[in-house]
C-alpha cells in the first residue's frame, strides 16, 4: 500500500507529467483534427544478433490458423478490493492446451470491443487475447455527452486518477486469468500459460503498458508486474517533466513501439517527438540480444492503429498499416513469449522489410 504522501505525489506528477507526458490519449469520438508534426528521421543503432536465413525464410507471421475456430468470450472481472467490475472481450485460439497469454489496453473513450483486428490475428496465431475495458476511461465518458462538450469530458477523464485504476486494473485482471485457469467449471480452465504474458495498449493503452512493464514514474514509483515478459506499446510517450532515460532506463523485458509520423492525439500535449523520444530512452538488451524495437509508420497518424478512420484525420489510411502492425506484433510475440528461433531470425533479420513501405522506419538494439 501507499502512504497518503506517496500518493498524493503521485497524484500531482501524473496531473504534471503523466497526462500531458502520455499525450497519446486516444478519443475514439475525436471531433476535430490533429496539427501536422512529421517526425525526423531517427538513425538505426541496431545491435547485430546471429540469425539463420533458411528459418526465417520460412516464417510468415501474417499465416493464420482456422479462424473459424476462434470463439470469442465476454467476460468480467470482479475486483471485490476495489469494488470495481472490469469487462473484457477475450479471443480464444482453437487449441484447448495452455497457450500464452496477450494483454490489451484500450485508448480513451474506448471499449474492450476496441482494436478487434488484432485480437482475432494473436488469437489465429495461438495466442488468449484477453482485452481490457477501464471504467471511468472508457465510452461512458461522451457516449452520453453532447458533442460540443464531448471533449472537455475526454480532457477530464484524462487523469491521474483513472491512470491509477487502469494500472491497478491489469494485475486484477491476471490474478482473475489465474483463478480461472484452476477453475475445472470455468470456459478457461486449463487454457492459460501464465508464465508467458504480453501486455500491449493503444494511447491511453501504451501508457497503461508502459507504466505496468518498467516505466518508472516519479519518484522512482514502479508499477510494474513481474508476470508480464514483454510489452507493445502502440502510440508510447514519454514524461513531460523530467528525461525519458530516468522513466525508461531501467526497462527490463523486451519492448516494441509503434507510432507514425502524423501520430498526434486529440487530448493532450505529446507530439510526434515525445513518442520517438521514448525508443532512444531504452536500454539494450542484455549480453547483445536484441530485445527493443521501434516502428514509425510514414504518414501513420493516432488512428492507424486503431479498427477505422476517426472524424478529423488528415491522411489517407493506409492498408499496409495494418498489415505491418499485425506481422511485426505477432513476430514480436512468438519470439519473445514462444521462444520462437524463426520468428527471431525473421523480426532480427530481414523480415521486417518483406512487409514495411519504403518510407516507413524500423530500428532496433
Keep these: ?42 538513425t538505426p543503432t541496431a545491435s547485430v544478433e546471429s540469425t539463420n536465413p533458411a528459418d526465417a525464410a520460412t516464417y510468415d507471421p501474417l499465416k493464420l490458423a482456422d479462424q473459424l475456430a476462434i470463439k470469442t468470450l465476454d467476460l468480467t472481472v470482479r475486483d471485490e478490493a476495489r469494488d470495481r467490475a472490469i469487462p473484457l472481450r477475450i479471443y480464444l485460439p482453437a487449441s484447448t492446451d495452455p497457450q500464452p497469454i496477450v494483454l490489451f489496453s484500450h485508448g480513451l473513450g474506448g471499449t474492450c470491443k476496441n482494436n478487434a483486428y488484432l485480437g482475432q490475428h494473436w488469437a489465429g496465431r495461438g495466442y488468449v487475447a484477453v482485452f481490457l475495458e477501464h ?28 491512470f491509477m485504476l487502469r494500472v491497478k486494473d491489469v494485475p ?9 485457469h484452476a477453475d475445472p467449471d470455468h470456459a478457461l480452465h486449463d487454457r492459460l500459460d501464465r508464465t508467458r504474458v504480453g501486455m500491449s495498449g493503444h494511447s491511453f493503452g501504451a501508457v497503461t503498458t508502459q507504466a505496468v512493464s518498467g516505466q518508472v514514474m516519479g519518484r522512482n514509483l514502479s ?20 528525461e525519458p532515460r530516468e522513466a525508461f532506463g531501467q526497462v527490463k523485458i523486451p ?10 492525439a486529440l487530448i493532450g500535449h505529446a507530439d510526434v517527438a515525445s513518442r520517438l523520444a521514448v525508443y532512444p530512452a531504452l536500454p539494450p538488451g542484455d549480453e547483445g540480444r536484441v530485445n527493443k524495437y521501434e516502428l514509425v509508420l510514414h504518414n501513420g497518424e493516432h ?10 484525420d ?43 513501405e519504403e518510407k516507413d522506419r524500423w530500428q532496433k538494439k
Design 172 to 180: 486484477a485482471v491476471l490474478d482473475a486469468l489465474t483463478r480461472w
Design 135 to 162: 471504467p471511468g476511461s472508457n465510452d461512458a465518458v461522451w457516449r452520453d455527452v453532447p458533442v460540443a462538450q464531448r471533449r472537455a469530458a475526454m480532457a477530464k477523464a484524462a487523469s491521474a486518477a483513472n
Design 1 to 42: 500500500m501507499f502512504t497518503r504522501v506517496a500518493l498524493v505525489s503521485l497524484a500531482l506528477c501524473m496531473m504534471m507529467s503523466l497526462i500531458g507526458v502520455n499525450s497519446s490519449l486516444h478519443a475514439e469520438p475525436a471531433d476535430s483534427a490533429a496539427p501536422d508534426n512529421a517526425a525526423q528521421p531517427n
Design 255 to 264: 519492448w516494441l513501439l509503434m507510432t507514425g509520423t502524423h501520430d498526434e
Design 303 to 312: 488512428s492507424a492503429f486503431s479498427d477505422r478512420a476517426l472524424p478529423g
Design 314 to 356: 488528415r491522411q489517407q489510411r493506409n492498408p499496409n498499416h495494418h498489415r505491418a502492425i499485425l506481422a511485426l506484433s505477432t513476430a514480436f510475440w512468438d519470439a519473445h513469449l514462444r521462444q520462437d528461433q524463426s520468428a527471431t531470425a525473421w523480426l532480427n533479420g530481414q523480415g521486417p522489410a518483406s512487409v514495411l
Design 223 to 242: 508499477f510494474t508486474d513481474p508476470r508480464i515478459v514483454a510489452a507493445v506499446a502502440l502510440s508510447p510517450s514519454s514524461p513531460q517533466r523530467g
